[in-house]
Nanobody, 126 residues
Framework: QAQLVESGGGSVQAGGSLRLSCQVS??????MAWFRQAPGKEREGVAA????????VYTDSVKGRFTISQDSALNMLYLQMNSLKPEDTATYYC?????????????????????WGHGTQVTVSS
């Protein structure tokens, strides 16, 4: 049974850091990603990693601040978030794709990802 379980969210002040973790089980995903959704806004792809090549892509607003990484031995996906801003406030979701997502220069659309975690809340105060 596929499971994606996020942890590591919390409340921080602007400029602070958080590291999100996602425990991955069930399948060998080809692409893993972090999405976020703020109240009243559409779900947005934040970062993605192509598992075999370790290629990473980011949305423009987080480039240079966030880093996505994986530990295949531990079946973990991470998102290191530095220099956090109030506009980063959202629920963050871990997502997995079994091979539908093409290699792109941006985070593939959410429709490519068939497996999702329940989310972890990140709140950044000014």
């Amino acid at each position: 049974q596929a499971q994606l379980v996020e942890s590591g969210g919390g409340s921080v002040q602007a400029g602070g850091s958080l590291r999100l973790s996602c425990q991955v089980s069930g399948y060998s995903y080809k692409c893993m990603a972090w999405f976020r959704q703020a109240p009243g806004k559409e779900r947005e792809g934040v970062a993605a990693i192509y598992v075999r090549s370790n290629t990473t892509v980011y949305t423009d607003s987080v480039k240079g601040r966030f880093t996505i990484s994986q530990d295949s031995a531990l079946n973990m996906l991470y998102l290191q978030m530095n220099s956090l801003k109030p506009e980063d406030t959202a629920t963050y979701y871990c997502a997995g794709d079994l091979g539908w997502a093409p290699i792109m220069e941006r985070v593939p659309p959410a429709a490519y990802f068939g497996y999702w975690g329940h989310g972890t809340q990140v709140t950044v105060s000014s």
